[in-house]
């Protein structure tokens, strides 16, 4: 056991990384470690003072994104083209961010107008991703002019193309031939239902035929060079879309600097509403730092106030006058929940975390904590 489980320090993180709403986030509670000095520490209590006035609000912003965040942004610094199911993520990373800045634009205390400065206006991006695509990563007829056109003469041929077979369909001549009377399509291109070993009896190519081998679909010699045209809009298509996909990389390229920022920027806010969040419940304050002198005021286990426990607050005084903590009573008489109580508020306070005491609580900034 090593000497901060003595102290149930472990139990304290575990609810801490819950309270975080990315793995980003959540990794980093994890290894909550003690800041280099009592300045650190008090900018960290500030800090998440700022942000409990932030969920006083009744705002709470989401960072699940950043789950995702390093298998588009890897690309993304490559220039390599990106899919749209990557850029449907890069779309709820635009969200979350414009999310975030805009709550946090709801107050004007410093760290609050640090963090919201640093956070890359995503209207632009999520208005480019937008106009390339549906919410549900749908590449849109109408992303750009040319598309828009191929897609237009695309489904007027196919229109056309299928009123020529329909009527091929209903001629009497081709009554033993075909196995159905319905036109579908194979490989990309129209084609109509003939009985297995009637095709030499069809003017036509053939492209499949059924897993029972009693069909073969073919394609007929009226609609060839249809078809062939159809085939070359698909293809016209496909590189347009490629060509925008590509215009549209470059463009995230070229602010991937702001986009990383933000990142970061996100993933400190997700950790500061999550220590945020546990101060609340720990009905938590930020304590005073002093040289040689402890006074806790009311100070309660946070374990026992995080699972909603009765739990006995005491006032703690050591100073250089008074320098023994002396502690006595039965068995189970909470004389060990006090010591960690007291080795908690000290922990927490040199990570820079609210302590479960009442404000006008203080505490030297212990480094490193001893626990016996």
Known sequence: MSELE????????????????????????????????????????QIIS???AVIELGQRPFMESLDLYSTWFTRLEKRANLKTLELKDIRHF???????????????????????????????????IDNLMTPDGQIRNDAS???????????????D???????????????????????????GRWVLPIKSGMQSRFA???????????????????????????????????????????????????????????????????IRFAQAHLANQMQASSPLFTENEIELIEVRHPVFVLKHEQVVANNVK??????????????????????????????MARCGLPICAQPGSKLPFFSPLTVA
């Open 6 to 45: 003595k102290i149930d320090w472990p139990q304290i993180l575990d609810r801490l990384e819950k309270l975080a709403t990315s793995e980003m986030g959540r990794s980093q509670l994890r290894k909550t470690e003690a800041l280099d000095k009592p300045s650190s520490a008090l900018d960290s209590l």
């Open 50 to 52: 700022e942000f409990q």
């Open 94 to 128: 635009c969200i979350e961010a414009l999310a975030l800045h805009e709550i946090l634009g709801n107050l004007s205390s410093p760290w609050i107008v640090h963090y919201q400065k640093q956070i890359l206006p995503a209207e632009e991006p999520l208005s480019a």
């Open 145 to 159: 002019k040319e598309l828009f056109r191929l897609y237009k003469e695309k489904e007027s041929l196919g229109r």
């Open 161 to 187: 193309i299928q009123l020529l077979l329909d009527q091929l369909v209903t001629q009497h001549e081709l009554e033993g031939i075909l196995q159905d009377r319905y036109v579908t399509t194979r490989e």
């Open 204 to 270: 036509g190519i053939i492209h499949a035929s059924s897993q029972s081998k009693q069909t073969v679909f073919m394609e007929p010699k009226e609609v060839v060079l249809q078809n062939n045209r159809l085939r070359e809009l698909e293809v016209a298509i496909e590189e347009e879309i490629e060509r925008l996909l590509k215009d549209l990389t470059e463009y995230l390229s070229s602010i991937a600097d702001e986009i990383k920022q933000t990142k970061e920027v996100m993933k400190e806010c997700d």
């Open 318 to 347: 050591l100073n250089i006058r008074e320098r023994i903590l002396l502690l006595s009573g039965p068995n189970a008489g909470g004389k060990t929940v006090l010591l960690k109580a007291i080795g908690l508020a000290a922990q």
